[in-house]
């Protein structure tokens, strides 16, 4: 499990997360949900380490995350991650080698599977295929969690849903615990196991898709119950 016990992290005086608890279960897929600027970015950063909590802690596996222990969560940021001078092989031969068991031979069917041009230098790709460039890099690291930052935002709707359920039912190891944030609401729809919605710096609700199912609602209509409710 994937947890952060009463964090709280400020920009200066600007408390974006104030006491926040989340537990991402095991083995699901969670997405974390939001206004723009509620601090989902922030919970992943603050889970990488890239940038220092005030208070609280972050545990993966009931540990306290190190640089020991950090190459279990792979990270794919909203920004561009790898080097936009090199084609698709030479990014795959640098992951090669600084990731520790990384999938090649995985990322090379997805890279087939998925259309992405291998001839081209990432800064000539379409924004789509370096958004799957980047998912495929994030998802061969042989990691058992994986934090997605709006990571399908660049993909055309019209192939968007069909690449995330086969990213879904064919490319996610058994057992892997994945956390995405998004505002697309059709892809929590479709992936969603658990919903987190964060909302002036704390925990708004927190539900699961069977929650949602036992009320008769989907993860959407649940989610619009809540905000209606407000
Ligand atoms: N380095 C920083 N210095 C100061 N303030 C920051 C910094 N990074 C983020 N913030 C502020 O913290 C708040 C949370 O930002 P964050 O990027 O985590 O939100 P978000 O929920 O991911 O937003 P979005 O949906 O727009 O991506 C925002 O008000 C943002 O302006």
Redesign the pocket.
Known sequence: MLELKNVTKR??R?V?LDDVSIEFKKGYITCLL????????????SIMRL?PINKGEILVDGEKITQKNINKIAYVP?IPIHDLGWTVPQNLEFAKVFYPGFDTEKAERMIQLFKVPTDKKLKELSKGNLARFNIIVGMCQKAPYILL??PFSGIDVFTRQSFISMLKSEFLDEGQTVVI?T?EIDEVQDIADYVVL?EEGQVFANFSKADAQAEGLTIVEKMRTLYCEV
């Open positions: 920009y200066g600007k974006v939001g206004l723009n600027g509620v601090g989902k970015s922030t919970t992943m950063k940038i909203d930052d709006e944030t505002h964060l």
